[in-house]
């Protein structure tokens, strides 16, 4: 499975951006079919952390407390892509962002995109 991710950029404060991530590859592979997608970040000297997912069949989203109420995550199993719209960007959420995919076997990542909130 490889993940093309798209978007990101400079932002003012209170801002939005939207980052899109597709899948493509055997993903109509059983052993690849995707259980879920979603976005890590990771902010220069920090460590990846996790920010929201999507299980892929059911669509239940899951996101961390510091995103909540600001950024959503759609899909569109069709192009095996997902949206995430971010809403209400603080400096804090600058970071670099990385599309991840899960599936039977193992997670996949993404070439990661930056996101830059200034104050």
């Known amino acids: 499975v490889q993940l093309q991710a798209s978007g990101g950029g400079l932002v003012q404060a209170g801002g939005s951006l939207r980052l899109s991530c597709a899948a493509s590859?055997?993903?109509?592979?059983?052993?690849?079919?995707?259980?879920?997608m979603g976005w890590f970040r990771q902010a220069p000297g920090k460590e990846r952390e996790f920010v929201v997912n999507?299980?892929?069949?059911?669509?239940?989203?899951n996101y961390a407390d510091s995103v909540k109420g600001r950024f959503t995550i759609s899909r569109d199993n069709a192009k095996n892509t997902v949206l995430l719209e971010m809403n209400s960007l603080k400096p804090e959420d600058t970071a670099i962002y990385y599309c991840?995919?899960?599936?039977?076997?193992?997670?996949?990542w993404g070439q990661g995109t930056q996101v830059t909130v200034s104050s």
């Open positions: 991840s995919a899960r599936t039977i076997t193992r997670r996949y």
């Open positions: 590859g055997r993903t109509s592979s059983i052993y690849d079919s995707i259980y879920d």
């Open positions: 999507i299980d892929w069949s059911g669509g239940s989203r």
